[in-house]
């Protein structure tokens, strides 16, 4: 957001201006829920951030610009969301949800070992024609889900949002090399449910 580095613009932000704070939601709440979501989960989103864009507009006279916008934003929904998590204890941990590393169904088996429902025939060639599948979307963005927090949130800010190794390391307090490492667990997690899914046709 080349606005967010106008010093005009940042010092109307500082005084809680309401034209610039609006202009501030309409650029970030997108990316701000997707942020959330990757937290705290669909239902719970927007509520969230909701939240979040009062705590920034409160806090906006404090606003040191030390960070960029970017990162201040991004800080505080995360914030946010894992507040929401430590509050709602009715929230099951979300990593229990993820079957890991068990391999395919045993209902696919009978008691000799061999098929007793084999899976699909697939008439896709190419893995972008694969990803296009919905029924795969939807398995990837509950895996996603079901990622350790910190994998789940370094995954959403790097891939989905787009966001630099250095803003990411600034918004988590995290390291570049432990972002490395996150990033990358993260990825081998997806790869499996892909390749898994690509095989039986199921999560």
């Not at 806090?59 to 914030?79: A, D, G, M």
């Not at 509050?87 to 169904?105: E, F």
Request: proline share 3%.
């Amino acid at each position: 957001m080349k606005l967010a580095q106008d010093k005009e613009f940042l010092d109307r932000l500082c005084q809680q201006d309401k034209s610039a704070f609006i202009e501030l939601v309409r650029f970030y709440h997108k990316q701000m829920t997707a942020v959330a979501r990757g937290i705290v989960g669909e239902a719970q989103a927007e509520e969230v951030v909701q939240d979040a864009w009062i705590a920034v507009y409160r806090n906006l006279p404090k606003f040191e610009k030390r960070s960029s916008v970017t990162t201040w934003v991004y800080t505080i929904v995360c914030n946010a969301a894992r507040t929401r998590l430590r509050k709602d204890s009715r929230l099951v941990q979300l990593d229990s949800n993820l079957q890991a590393d068990s391999g395919m169904p045993a209902e696919r088996f009978n008691a000799d070992g061999a098929w007793s429902r084999p899976p699909p025939q697939w008439d896709i060639d190419s893995p972008e024609q694969l990803l296009e599948e919905e029924q795969l979307q939807d398995c990837i963005e509950k895996t996603t889900e079901a990622l350790p927090e910190q994998q789940r949130l370094v995954f959403t800010l790097r891939e989905v949002e787009q966001q630099s190794a250095e803003e990411v390391c600034n918004i988590l307090g995290v390291s570049d090399s432990n972002l490395r490492v996150l990033l990358h667990r993260a990825r081998m997690k997806l790869m499996q449910v892909i390749d898994r899914y690509q095989e039986t046709g199921n999560c």
